[in-house]
């Protein structure tokens, strides 16, 4: 069993920086996907970035080179910093992890992001 705690959201001006932090516990072991996604009103939930524990990212195309992703392994934790924020990244962010080998797929209550104009 595992359980995915999330922080970091809040209301920032356009142009500031959120720091969004989830925190993993439980049995986890293998290879396994931790990410960041987002679902704003009326809008399906979309992926915003990911981390393997291999090291590997991946980073959708409205977010790239504003966005970054961070991840330990060690303590099982998925880090994500957001500069540059637009009103478009108002959104109920959700932490996820998932493994298809272990047929894990696990998400976080999500925290709300709103960015102001």
């Known amino acids: 069993q595992v359980q995915l705690v999330e922080s970091g959201g809040g209301l920032v001006q356009a142009g500031g920086s959120l720091r969004l932090s989830c925190a993993a516990s439980?049995?986890?072991?293998?290879?396994?996907?931790m990410g960041w996604y987002r679902q704003a009103p009326g809008k399906q939930r979309e992926l915003v970035a990911d981390?393997?524990?291999?090291?590997?990212?991946t980073y959708a195309d409205s977010v790239k080179g504003r966005f970054t992703i961070s991840r330990d392994n060690a303590k099982n934790t998925v880090t994500l910093q957001m500069n540059s924020l637009k009103p478009g990244d108002t959104a109920v962010y959700y932490c996820n992890l998932n493994s298809t080998r272990y047929r894990w797929d696990f998400w976080g209550q999500g925290t709300q992001v709103t960015v102001s104009s």
């Open positions: 981390s393997t524990s291999a090291g590997s990212t």
């Open positions: 439980g049995n986890i072991f293998g290879i396994t996907v």
